[in-house]
């Protein structure tokens, strides 16, 4: 698979990454849970994602669990020196594949160490605190316990920067008054664009801003209008959707994720699609509804 990457980079704190980065999740089982249908295919995709030109992963420990840190592993170790490997930690799974919270000092140690293990380091590039809240929006409620945690790991020198996923811009302010925070990752995309006025204030402090669901997680996008604007510049809905996102702030760097190489290609393909004045504009009314 040839590079289709040329959707320009942003920084991680001190480490620069492609706007256009691969999501893990759907490499584990059905449900997030067990191993994939299909061990040796996402094995293929994640090699096919770095030799197109993806630097920038996201994966955590609970997704499988473990299943996908060992798939990354068996995959890309030893890895690219340019590669990022962004994970996540604050929840476990139920044997009945429920996701708990876990956030106690105890509980984040023994994640981190997990990821460590299962994804071959002696140090984690970036762990984002996963706040539970709801299951697409975050909750107010103070992070100062989980987060001092994480940021005496990073002192120990297991974690070499921190983030948030699925926080308010309160939680967010709260977290940068213990230590440097160099990404938060929110739910948003086409249709559910309630973060807004968060990536502007993030862009303003050069922070990256990661959506989650960029393509609308396990429904996919679905409107009309995008729909009709893909027929008339012959491309995917999916991808004229990715394309708006990385038009919508320099900031914005994404994640989507795919077990399937042909859809892969597509979402990449998606970082040389340059939207008109016009068709941004219209893409806008979606994002306003």
């Known amino acids: 698979m040839s590079s289709r990457i040329n959707a320009g980079t942003f920084s991680l704190g001190d480490r620069v990454v492609n706007r256009m980065g691969y999501g893990a999740m759907q490499l584990a089982g059905p449900g997030v849970f ?9 094995v293929a995709v994640l090699r096919a994602a770095i030799e197109a030109g993806v630097n920038h992963i996201d994966t955590s420990d609970f997704y499988g669990p473990h299943v996908t840190n060992q798939i990354i592993r068996e995959a890309l170790h030893p890895y690219d020196d340019d590669l990022v490997i962004v994970t996540k930690v604050g929840a476990v799974r139920g044997e009945d594949a429920s996701w708990l919270p ?27 605190l996963r706040l539970m809240g709801d299951v697409l929006a975050p909750k107010e409620g103070s992070l100062a316990e989980p987060f001092s945690a ?6 120990q020198g297991l974690i070499r920067h921190l983030g948030l996923s699925n926080a308010t811009a309160t939680q967010v302010a709260e977290a940068q008054a213990i230590a440097p925070v160099v990404c938060v990752q929110n739910h948003y995309n086409l249709v559910h664009g309630k973060d807004n006025a968060l990536i502007d204030a993030l862009a303003a402090q050069g922070i990256a801003y990661v959506p989650f669901f960029p393509l609308g997680g396990f429904s996919p996008i679905q409107s009309n209008v995008l729909s009709e604007i893909a027929a008339d510049i012959g491309k995917s809905p999916l ?12 900031n914005l760097l994404l994640i989507p994720g795919t077990s399937n190489p042909l859809h892969l290609s597509e979402n990449l393909a998606a970082a040389t699609l340059e939207l008109s004045v016009d068709v941004r504009a219209r893409l806008d009314t979606i994002a306003l509804s």
Do not use: M
Request: glycine letters at 4%.
């Open 239 to 250: 991808q004229v959707a990715l394309a708006w996102l990385l038009a919508r702030s320099p």
């Open 102 to 128: 876990a956030q106690s000092r105890e509980d984040l140690t023994r994640a981190v160490h997990d990821n460590l293990r299962n994804l071959g380091l002696e140090r984690l590039d970036v762990v984002n």
């Open 150 to 155: 994480l940021a005496a790991l990073r002192e």
């Open 34 to 42: 067990g191993p994939p249908r299909d061990h040796d295919a996402a």
